[in-house]
């Protein structure tokens, strides 16, 4: 993040408006990932689940998220699913809108198809590509968005590689070295970044790393990032893996980002990956990066979080001014005034009693 935007960022944030949106604009994806947590019952809190949810296509999908990002004004918006080109076409036209309105646009997808011609040259945009892995386990895993598919469909384009580190991995030799061996070597791959699996609270899914696996790999990604220039893992990051936010209150990834499902309207809280996370596990990579971000000393002296925690304060006292009901009564504050400048009008003023 660059110094401009985060103060534009603060800027939000002092007038009690989240910087950030990440909208699950479908309920739809081809692929059955195990551990997706988009499809877990209490992802939208229990009472309603993804696939249940309305959600829009064609020009109704376009009209309504450029209402949604005109109101809100983000700085960011993340578009997630299901899985998002499964409204390729929508995304086509929408995308460039977006990007073109100043925002930064980031699609996460497993590209099960050709990503849409053109994105390359969005300097705006990130596209993240989501692979689970080496062929053998990816390809099990996010079948039909195979190794073999997906290096087809992001032939010529421009894409961030993301994996989540899961606990099958954590077993096998040089595991890692592998993976940035064979995507750092892509043309189309500009960076690869990495998150660790982060389970829901009182689960214990064989994807979740051991704490003794855990700071292994975090070991590991810091003497990687040293020699894979694409692996965009700074070690102020890394180390946040060693201490993740302890509450969705103290996360400012969850703090900045408003998250929509796909009828644009239920939100997925307390961040996007819904439901009960186990923040104390967390290895979100935004959260991370965020954290990071939080614990940088403004002039050696002042952390971020706390300048955050002050502003959010204002901007929730701005906000709640903002939306304060008006007086049911309107007599009653004509009356007010009308007192209020008699006052002015019949009051002698007090430097004349001295
Ligand atoms: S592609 Fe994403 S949304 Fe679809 S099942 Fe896999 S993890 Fe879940
Ligand atoms: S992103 Fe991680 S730390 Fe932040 S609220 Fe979600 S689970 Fe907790």
């Not at 460039?96 to 996460?108: D, E, F, N, R, Y």
């Not at 791959?189 to 975090?218: K, N």
């Not at 701005?318 to 019949?346: E, G, I, M, W």
């Amino acid at each position: 993040m660059r110094t401009y935007e985060i103060l534009r960022a603060w800027h939000y944030i002092l007038r009690g408006k989240r910087p950030a949106l990440s909208l699950e604009i479908t309920r739809e994806c081809p692929l059955r990932c195990p551990g997706c947590y988009a499809y877990e019952p209490f992802h939208l809190g229990g009472e309603v689940k993804l696939r249940d949810l309305a959600d829009y296509q064609g020009d109704e999908l376009i009209t309504r998220v450029l209402e949604l990002t005109g109101r809100l004004r983000p700085l960011h918006v993340s578009i997630v699913g299901g899985d998002p080109l499964v409204r390729y076409r929508e995304l086509a036209v929408l995308v460039p809108k977006l990007t073109a309105s100043g925002i930064h646009v980031q699609v996460v997808t497993s590209a099960f198809r050709p990503l849409p011609a053109g994105w390359a040259d969005l300097r705006s945009l990130t596209t993240v590509v989501s692979v689970d892995g080496l062929p053998a386990e990816h390809d099990e895993r996010r079948k039909p968005a195979t190794y073999e598919r997906i290096l087809r469909n992001i032939a010529g384009g421009r894409v961030t590689v993301h994996c989540t580190i899961t606990a099958l991995m954590t077993g096998r030799r040089n595991y890692l070295r592998q993976f940035l061996n064979f995507w750092t070597a892509r043309p189309e791959v500009e960076r690869v970044w990495f998150s660790l699996f982060s389970p829901q609270r009182g689960q214990c899914p064989p994807e979740a790393l051991s704490s003794a696996e855990r700071q292994t790999v975090v070991a590991e990604i810091k003497s990687l990032s040293r020699e894979f220039p694409k692996l965009e893992m700074p070690g102020r990051l890394v180390r946040e893996f060693e201490r993740p936010p302890q509450s969705p209150e103290k996360c400012l990834f969850a703090q900045t980002t408003s998250t929509l499902s796909a009828d644009l309207v239920t939100p997925v809280t307390p961040c996007q990956l819904g439901g009960d996370p186990d923040c104390s596990q967390c290895g979100c990579y935004a959260s991370m990066g965020l954290a990071a971000i939080g614990r940088y000393r403004i002039g050696g002296l002042i952390p971020v979080q706390a300048i955050f925690n002050l502003s959010a304060k204002i901007g929730a006292r701005f906000a709640a001014a903002q939306t304060a009901p008006a007086d049911p009564n309107p007599l009653r504050v004509l009356n007010a005034q009308t007192a209020l400048s008699s006052a002015r009008t019949t009051a002698p003023p007090t430097a004349s009693r001295r």
